[in-house]
């Protein structure tokens, strides 16, 4: 695709002023003549840049990434019959035969408080666009599942071994060590509006309306609940979970590990680099190959000034299709609801999110029509129940700015 090659390539290029721009700061900087400052000021321009083209990156690879269209079977026939129901349900308010294609269809029934679910290929759509705009579900472990009533059996070890020859006698040893981990879950709801008259309009998209409304936001209130929510009513966040300094042989499970930074309320003032070193090292190499950092923007834009120890730059663009940028040679997602640098701020994580974190929806989307409450708008309440486990806390690795 050439828009994406481009973008790839002008990412290249900015990035290659850049290194040029912020070299010359850092030799005015040696030389103490105090014109670093329009230095600065280009480079912030460019990281702005910078950031720019890599939400235009993003975009273009979700849309890549968006599931398609297939063809019908019969199965498929009951869904898009439901389908058209729900559509002259939204539009009108008509319930003639829903319940009983909804069943047919998707194997649900009306709610005890009212509402019908939304079409599965509508919900699908949802799903996709969370997603595509929600940093969380792109790299967590996502399920679906029909009730809350879920447990994970954790081994946290235990087991010993030993050797032995070929007729001696074998000691029993000790057994492993489980425990459950349940899961925590909250009810998520928008309650979009659109007028009676706007629905009439035979060229109203409601599908794409109601889509759009709803997940814009899910994933916003989704995200800052899977980053830092405190489990009361919603999902407990990764950085709500209980931190320590302890290494992952004497730290109790369920605890992560975090790294100072070594100063109060911001990162290392001389080879910053090496925080990162120490960040990625603390962590089992089994975890490497699926492991990533997660920060905020304003936290990328210190990083990307750092370099190591042979002056190389840390940050390095992704050059081809496919291939991310990176920091230390690995990808990195960002998560605007990550704190940035600051007093006590958990602002910088690393490791495999998938082992770590289990987002967990329930599910069916369930969506209630009300025309009377706020006339002439007719008020779609729309519900979602969601939750998640913490599983593995040897996955991940935080740092934090603390002295």
């Known amino acids: 695709m050439s828009e994406l090659k481009d973008i790839l390539e002008n990412i290249g290029k900015s990035f290659e002023e850049y290194k040029k721009t912020n070299d010359a700061r850092y030799e005015e900087l040696k030389k103490g003549t105090g014109n670093a400052g329009e230095y600065e000021t280009k480079l912030a321009r460019i990281e702005e840049d910078l950031q720019k083209k890599e939400r ?56 005890a408080d009212g509402g019908y679910a939304v079409p599965e290929e509508m919900s699908q759509t949802i799903y996709s666009m969370l997603e595509a705009h929600s940093p969380m579900r792109t790299v967590c472990d996502v399920r679906t599942v029909g009730t809350e009533d879920v447990k994970q059996l954790v081994d946290i070890g235990g087991v010993t071994s030993g050797w032995v020859a070929e007729t001696a006698a074998r000691p029993v040893t000790n057994s492993p060590q489980l425990t459950v981990v349940t899961p925590t879950f909250g009810e998520i709801y928008a309650q979009p509006s659109a007028t009676q008259k706007a629905m009439d309009d035979i060229f109203f998209d409601v599908e794409n309306w109601l889509t759009t409304s709803i997940e814009r936001e899910f994933s916003k209130q989704e995200n800052i609940a899977f980053t830092s929510g405190n489990g009361t009513n919603k999902p407990k966040g990764i950085l709500a979970a209980t931190m320590a300094t302890t290494d992952d042989n004497t730290r109790a499970f369920g605890t992560f590990q975090y790294l100072k930074t070594g100063v109060a309320a911001g990162m290392p003032a001389t080879n910053p680099s090496d ?63 990550f704190p940035s640098i600051g007093a006590n701020a958990l602002c910088l994580a690393f490791g495999d999110f998938r082992e770590a974190y289990i987002i967990l929806d329930r599910v069916g989307i369930r969506l209630l029509r009300d025309p009377y409450t706020n006339k002439p708008y007719v008020n779609f309440y729309v519900t979602k129940r969601v939750g998640n486990m913490l599983l593995n806390t040897e996955a991940v690795k935080f740092v934090k700015c603390e002295a």
Not at 59 to 76: Q, T, Y
Not at 82 to 91: G, N, P, S, T, Y
């Open 275 to 337: 925080l990162l070193i120490d960040l990625v090292s603390a962590l089992k190499t089994r975890y490497y190959w699926n492991s990533r950092f997660m920060l905020n923007r304003q936290t990328l834009a210190v990083i990307r000034k750092w370099k190591d120890g042979q002056q190389n730059y840390l940050w390095q663009p992704g050059l081809q299709s496919g291939e991310p940028n990176s920091i230390l040679g690995y990808p990195y997602v960002y998560n605007d609801d």
């Open 56 to 111: 235009q990156l993003s975009d273009i690879e979700a849309k890549l990434n968006r599931p398609g269209f297939a063809g019908m079977s019969p199965v498929e026939q009951a869904k898009a019959e439901h389908k058209k129901a729900f559509d002259a349900f939204v539009r009108k308010g008509i319930t003639d035969g829903l319940a009983d294609l909804q069943f047919k269809a998707v194997q649900v029934g009306v709610d």
